[in-house]
């Protein structure tokens, strides 16, 4: 059961500049909309587990997946790859990134499509998708059922909240981590270190740093 608030570090007010400024970021020249404090979490992230693939759910322009490539071969492995999949993939090419197509709802469709379940591990997943709360759900679903012990997926922007747009999202990301984690109370444990690191949540995905426990998936619970 998830015991910890969803308030984040920031509030509104600070937000305002802060947002524009995610929202502006490109890494390479390619637009990734990352926060800085979130790059920084990641490259911890990445260092710590020594992951082999990035998943990404949700690519966008492409910046992010070039981003976590290049950290992943700095901080982890020589060949680490990223694989991203988003229901319109950019047109780009990149050495190490597979951009797939595919809808979140329905991941199997596309790891079968594409032989993705022999991926190198560990894995790192970030889920990016459409940030609506019945589709980070089927997100959260698929990943406690295929990923290892220890591996990590990480549900981005729940900041949603703090910036008064949730409802858009119906709920958003807080809603089904919330959702998830009353369901299958023991399958995911939220990374306190990575979530605090810089403050309580201070971070655009509270609560969203989610290591896979030992406890095996079942859909029952």
Known sequence: MMNRSFKSFFDKAQLESYQSGV???SYKGVPCLKSPI?????????????????????SKHGGSAIMLRDFGRILSHSEVRVVSI????????????????????????????HGLWALPRPWLVVEDSSHIAADVMSAMVFFAEHLKPQEWLVVEDGILAELGIEDRYNGGPNRAIESFQRAYP???????????????????????????????????G
């Open 86 to 113: 988003d229901v319109s993939p950019p047109s780009i090419q990149e050495e190490g990134i597979g951009f797939f197509r595919g809808d979140v709802r329905d991941l199997r469709v596309t790891f079968d499509r």
């Open 38 to 58: 979130d790059i920084a979490i990641y490259m911890s992230l990445i260092f710590n587990t020594g992951c082999r693939t990035i998943i990404e759910i949700g």
């Open 186 to 220: 023991s399958i995911f444990k939220v990374g306190e270190g990575y979530c605090d690191m810089f403050g309580y949540n201070a971070t655009y995905n509270p609560n969203g740093f989610l290591c896979r426990s030992e406890v095996a998936w079942s859909a029952k």
């Open 23 to 25: 929202m502006n970021y």
